[in-house]
Nanobody, 118 residues
């Protein structure tokens, strides 16, 4: 199973970006998909997660600026980021909990850089 992220880049404060993460390979079912981020010198932290049924969970610090969604038919998760702030600068990683024949594993993407200039 591979996860490939896209959509990162450089944006000015107040701007928006939309990240995508597509899972491919042998996949029977994907349970929770999520986005994490890691800033330099910081630990990786959860940004948002979404279950296969659409239940979402967000980091409290986001103040409603980000929205996670997914397309189950495409095994893809999205992160719409609005009103970006310089402190949102980080490498953003997606992950997916994949269940194949009763075995559940978590996979990670390679990360995509998001840089917000002031």
């Amino acid at each position: 199973v591979q996860l490939v992220e896209s959509g990162g880049g450089l944006v000015q404060a107040g701007g928006s970006l939309r990240l995508s993460c597509a899972a491919s390979g042998v996949i029977l079912r994907i349970d929770t998909m999520g986005w994490y981020r890691q800033a330099p010198g910081q630990q990786r932290e959860l940004v948002a997660a979404i279950t296969s049924g659409g239940t979402t969970n967000y980091a409290d610090s986001l103040e409603g600026r980000f929205t996670i969604s997914r397309d189950n038919a495409k095994n893809t998760v999205y992160l719409q980021m609005n009103s970006l702030k310089p402190e949102d600068t980080a490498v953003y990683y997606c992950n997916a909990d994949v269940s194949n024949w009763g075995r559940r594993e978590t996979y990670w993407g390679q990360g995509t850089q998001v840089t917000v200039s002031s």
